[in-house]
């Protein structure tokens, strides 16, 4: 199979997938390496397709009407509790930030839409044992939310606050 057709067909999978695809499960499907595929999605992103990477996989990227960065602080330990509440008032988190004394604003992608997205996250952090970019700043870091309604935003803010973890100075 040559290289075009191959992006055709990625392409195509990523249009109609509800999940992301990684590149090796795309390696698999086209018995080529992992680094062709990393390639293949290079070259889509060249012609204009708007491709996500994010740490589940790939997907085409999801466009909301809204966002806004909301501060926050809590420990790891309840780093689920915060994803799986926002994504239950139908936000996504898009981004962690945290503030650095020397590199300035350091970010990290999510990409994290659903509560599968979340659970393999957590899945992925426990599994590495690395740590969060919010141990840098004592738990305190920064989300870019997206949504679709400004209510789903006051939850948010609203549900985090009952938890403490919205940051008051």
């Known amino acids: 199979m040559q290289g075009i057709e191959r992006q055709q067909i990625i392409k195509e999978k990523l249009l109609n997938a509800e999940t992301t695809i990684?590149?090796?499960?795309?390696a698999k499907l086209f018995?080529?390496?992992?680094?062709?595929?990393?390639?293949?999605?290079?070259?889509?992103?060249?012609?204009?397709?708007?491709?996500?990477s994010t740490p589940q996989g790939y997907r085409y990227q999801q466009t909301r009407a809204l966002s806004q960065i909301v501060v926050v602080q809590h420990t790891a330990d309840q780093m689920a509790l915060e994803l799986n509440t926002l994504i239950d008032v139908g936000v996504s988190i898009e981004?962690?930030?945290?503030?650095?004394?020397?590199?300035?604003?350091?970010?990290?992608?999510?990409?994290?839409h659903t509560k599968s997205d979340?659970?393999?996250?957590?899945?992925?952090?426990h599994e590495i044992q690395s740590e969060l970019l919010s141990s840098l700043t004592n738990g305190l870091h920064m989300h870019l939310l997206t949504y679709d309604e400004p209510d789903q935003l006051e939850m948010a803010?609203?549900?985090?606050d009952e938890l403490g973890m919205l940051y008051h100075n």
Not at 95 to 112: C, F, R, T
């Open 95 to 112: 981004d962690v930030q945290v503030e650095h004394p020397i590199y300035g604003l350091l970010k990290g992608a999510l990409s994290l």
């Open 22 to 26: 990684s590149a090796n499960q795309f």
């Open 31 to 52: 018995e080529v390496s992992r680094q062709t595929i990393v390639g293949d999605i290079a070259l889509l992103r060249a012609t204009g397709e708007k491709i996500d």
């Open 157 to 160: 803010r609203q549900k985090l």
């Open 118 to 125: 979340v659970q393999h996250f957590i899945d992925k952090y």
